[in-house]
């Protein structure tokens, strides 16, 4: 018996160290990527011309859809904020998703409402809408008043009232910087026959000066939590994403800031309804789409500050949110099982889709599997001392590696926090996140792979209880 | 398993001395980018003085504004392009002459030969931002070896310089630019403003292809003494996209006096010029317009209708009278359009 387990956990140990060298290598290739990226989009802002755009009567028209639910506090000042974005053409529509608080009437103070008989299209099917409103001081504000549904349902009735050939999803509690549309809108005005979707950074607002809802300086928060998720942004953000992006193999837009062309989100048929990870299905079905139409496209992601989010400064809240976006994204890639290793799919199917099967989908589990059973071996003495360190090398060190790497990428490029006290927090922190930050997210995300096995064992119910509440 | 743990080991201190080294890089880092900062900072000073003379309107004499050595080009071109930003008229040429004694106009034209398309494009935007005529035959000469998109930064600089021996170059550009290349050239030649408009004329007297591009141009430029012109084009062109432009571009212009062409384009064939020629009198909100534009609102086209709506509900009174009427009539579709509108108008009904 004894011996058999023993036969096991080596097996796994071995496994796990694989792992972590591919995860780990991977990771340093995308950094080495996105670096060279950053280097060139640098250079190109030096001579991109932003004062033109904005005179330009010909800089498409966009739409910036607001979800918001029981936001009664923020709603305001955020659509206050969005307003005031520096950008010749858009218009804001901010749809209540059947709040149960006062989001509605928080509204319609602040910016005078009145109902209209507007009829909306039904192109996307959506929960009934209660009623439209526009404001009678600011001329390109629409609210849409419906029943609940989700974020999910609430983006398409936003993509039904939206007459723009471009829409903006955002969400309610961002704090964005007056040029973000500009900057995220730039590569389509540079490439517009091309470009479908576009993606911004997100920064951590937490610890920021704060003023009307704009950040006045960027500042880094006291507490760890929030420290750790600073780094770990920087190195989501400029070390992966502007890597896939370099390489065309984008998957995720996150859902707090994305453009969109609407024309091809219809075409993907808007946001699906059923999945906790609809702002990834959405750019999911839109790749299965172009690349099956053979249509040449691009889905970029841009690495200027745009947008600011507060994280979860409590365990109990970050574990929930991870739980979430783990489930989100299992159920956004077993949507799209069929790009799994199909060459048909190109870049996405052979590298950045088993990218994020693999490491960011299954990896949790085979991570915090190495841990126990590499500690079991360690306390059974099945285990030598070369194994050991080696587990430690591809493991922490090289995590380690990767994200002062990451911290390294920020200050040659943005460097948003000018103290010296704030550089050598950031770097301590991305020196130690492997040790106790990352193996708590990986308890969070094997929740999250819980709650998806569990759900898709009871699909059908889950379904049916949805459409019948 | 010696030699295994040996390499194990020779990794484990490489990479900590691999972290060690990149944290201790990025302080070094931020370190020297503080000091170069303080730098900059004290080389301003030296070109203060000069520019606060010239802020003044007086002579400069070349020297104070000379660059006292190569790396200052950087410094003191911040600070006229700084100035740039807000000044116009005599000021704005005292600035640009700054920056052509100074040397830094000639290092940004050596720049326009260097080997990266990077280095070369923020030379042309550099050059014309700082707006002077001295690089305009050389970026004219890059325009035929550039890439599309460099080209389209050297098109820009020649529309901020707007030096009148350009203007030719760019309205042949017109002519054979796509859909992006348009936009950035169009921008450009609206840098010229009205000056551009006598040349656009002269191109318009003999038919040619794209045509309506300069049309549309006349009309982003408000250019008034252009106005005959487009009103004859709308009255007498045979191509329906002249009649178009010419419709847009007079509604852009919103003048008075091109009321009753307006309204003779409102019977137009094409549905495409009615559609026009309804926005424009909106823009215009002369109430003459009234009547036809609520038989408009009987237009085959929908979108003649839609329009022709928008516009009465800017007429003012007369307008908004007709839409109510039309409120209350018994066409649904109508109905809900007038509806719209006059909500849009903020009439309470």
Redesign the interface.
Known sequence: MIGWAHAFVEGVNWLVLGYFLCMNTFYLVLLLLSSIELR?YL??L??G?YD?ML????TPEVSVLMPAYNEAVNIAVSVRGVLNLNYPNFQVIVINDGSKDETLSALRAAFSL?E????LSEVLPTRSIRAVY?S?TVPNLVVIDKENGGKADALNAGINASRTAYFLSADADIILEEDALLRVMRPIL???NRVVAVGGIVRVANGCKVKNSRIERPMLPRRALPMFQIVEYLRAFLGGRTGFSAINGLLIISGAFGVFSKKWALAAGGYRTDTVGEDMELVLSMHCLLREMKVDYRVVFIADPVCWTEVPDSLSILSRQRRRWQRGLMEALRLHRKMLFSPRYGILGLVSYPFFYFFEGWGPLVEALGYVSVMLSWWYGWV???FA??F??MSV??G??IS??A??LE??TF?KYPR?TD?ARM?FYA?IENFCYRQLNTFFRCLGLWDYLRDTKGWGVMKRRGLGG | ?PI??KI??V??WV??A??LA??A???V??AVSRLVGARYARRRELYQGALDLLLEGRAVPADAIRLKEKGDAIVLEGMLLELLVFLRGPLQEAVTRAAEDSGLVDLRLEGLARRSP?HR??A??KLGLLRSRKAVPALLGRLSVETP?IRH?AI?ALGRIAAPEALDVLLDEVEGAD??GL?VV??AIVGYDTDCVPAILRRLEKPHKHAEREVSILG?LRALDAMSRLIAILGSSATPHMRAAAATALGSIAHPDSVPALLGALGDPMREIRVQAAWALGRIGDPSAAAQLDAALDDRYSWVRTRAAEALAKLGEPGLALLHRRADGVDPELR?LA??ML??A?ERR
Not at chain 1, 55 to 58: A, N, S, T, V, Y
């Open positions: 060139d250079r190109r030096s001579y011309d033109l005179r330009d009567p010909h009145v209209t008989d507007r009829v526009r009678l540079d490439d517009p030598n001392t070369p360190l080696a430690l090398t060190l090289l380690m590696m002062i790497c911290v390294l200050e040659f460097r010296w550089l770097a020196l | 398993m295994a743990l194990i080991v990794a484990i990479e900590l691999i972290c990149l944290t890089f990025i302080i880092y931020r990077h494009a923020e042309m935007e998109a930064v820009r859909e992006a936009k169009n921008q982003q809900t509806g719209e909500d849009l903020g």
